[in-house]
């Protein structure tokens, strides 16, 4: 006879392991996008995006067809060319069944003779999808950390 009890502990823990898979696999993802930035892998950088993914930037907007652009404009060559580093700060993630999303702040820093200056600071809004090939980006959503209305919604857009 089986043992509802044991069932159900089974059961439940059954869901917190995919939670914690589901958690790993989006940290996993979100932390590959700055190494494949700082090479300039724009089809690494597509990978990580869903069919339909799209990325907001600043006034640049980009989707899955043009997803590999966001490493061939001036300003990212420039910012390879100086030796840069796009690093990104652990997500606070929201899991919602097969979505999800991710907060965090993304800064990049630029060579500067023996040192590093952070040339940018932004606040990232990662919305994903959990596909047959895993977890992808469905949208993201950087703006500059500068005070305005929007980067602060950013941020608070992750809450609830």
Do not use: K
């Amino acid at each position: 006879m089986e043992n509802p009890d044991l069932t159900e502990q089974i059961n439940a823990l059954a869901v917190r392991v995919q939670q914690l898979e589901d958690h790993a696999a989006i940290v996993r993802l979100i932390s590959a996008y700055g190494p494949a930035a700082d090479r300039s892998d724009g089809a690494a950088i597509r990978q990580l995006f869903s069919e339909d993914g799209t990325y907001e930037l600043e006034g640049w907007s980009f989707d899955h067809q043009s997803m590999e652009q966001t490493v061939q404009t001036d300003l990212h060559a420039r910012y390879v060319l100086a030796g840069s580093a796009h690093v990104m700060s652990l997500p606070h993630i929201r899991l919602m069944g097969d979505r999800a999303v991710a907060i965090n702040y993304s800064q990049v820093f630029v060579s500067e003779g023996d040192h590093w200056l952070v040339d940018r600071c932004a606040a990232n809004r990662w919305e994903l999808v959990r596909t047959t090939d895993g977890w992808r980006i469905s949208r993201r959503v950087n703006r500059l950390l500068n005070g305005s209305d929007a980067s602060v919604q950013l941020l608070a857009d992750g809450e609830g």
